[in-house]
């Protein structure tokens, strides 16, 4: 079981943007978190970081060719604009779930909208970086 964790723009800044928001760990922790569970419970982790929305795009259609199973993916703002990266994920079939690490429902109204849930199977939200593991679960239950 091969599983892809795609963030999204400012993820890599995790522990140093808006901390009473995103909490104090940083993006290497959110990494060795991952690498952890992935040891835990027994599938093979890739894992990738853009500011960039085509290079999103790219490694979304790398999937595809890689034969991952699953890909859990925090577009950052892009959730809330990109049809690009709806478009990608749309394109292919494997499950794909959204996570977002802030409660975007109960922030600003701009964050209430995804365009790229309806390309996914599901979502997890405000559940700080344990919204990962919650996310990897969902998609090892299939
Ligand atoms: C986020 C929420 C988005 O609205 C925001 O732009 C982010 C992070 C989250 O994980 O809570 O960059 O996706």
């Known amino acids: 079981m091969k599983i892809l964790v ?24 959110l990494l060795s978190m991952l690498e952890d569970y992935a040891k835990e419970k027994n599938f093979e982790l890739e894992t990738f970081q853009s500011n960039h929305e085509g290079a999103i795009i790219d490694r979304i259609q790398q999937a595809y060719f890689e034969k991952v199973d699953g890909i859990v993916i925090n ?9 690009a990266i709806h478009d990608a994920l749309a394109s292919v ?28 199977d599901g979502q997890v939200v405000g559940q700080g970086l344990k919204g990962y593991l919650l996310a990897i679960d969902m998609i090892l239950e299939q």
């Open 6 to 29: 795609i963030n999204g723009p400012n993820l890599n800044f995790l522990g140093i943007r808006e901390p009473d928001i995103y909490g104090k760990q940083d993006y290497k922790f």
């Open 75 to 83: 577009p950052g703002a892009y959730t809330h604009y990109s049809y």
């Open 93 to 120: 079939s494997m499950k794909k779930i959204e996570i977002h690490i802030s409660n975007v429902n109960e922030r600003e109204s701009f964050r209430h909208i995804s365009v790229t849930l309806p390309a996914c």
